[in-house]
């Protein structure tokens, strides 16, 4: 007989599993931490410069607008532009986002 468990995630929400999917999981990442075998992976590839004006100008938004629109600080879209700060890496990656996929994050910001 196959147990469940519940697991709280990060959020404190409920997550039902298989204990044999657990242990099946635990397995694999052992045999991969000892070499025998190999697990997917993919590189998140992080721009080193981004030009948050570009991106924003396209859009037709003034600095506040952007700010607004994106859930960033005017200040920080403000200090990336002038170039006295650059956006964490959390941020280029939503500003490749937006930039690659602005109909899917319009989407997604309105739910």
Known sequence: MTKKMVIKNKTNTKVFRKESDIVAAVREMRAH???????????????EKI?????RKNFGFTQKE???HY?????S??????????PERSAKLFL????????????????
Do not use: H, M, N, Y
Request: no cysteine.
């Open 33 to 47: 931490k000892k070499g025998e075998i190999s697990l997917e992976t993919r590189a998140i590839k992080i721009p």
């Open 51 to 55: 030009d948050v004006a570009l991106i």
């Open 66 to 68: 952007f700010a607004e």
């Open 71 to 75: 859930g960033f600080t005017v200040s």
């Open 77 to 86: 879209v403000k200090e990336w532009e002038q170039g006295r700060r650059e």
């Open 96 to 111: 490749k986002v937006i930039a690659a996929e602005p109909k899917i994050v319009e989407r997604i910001l309105r739910k």
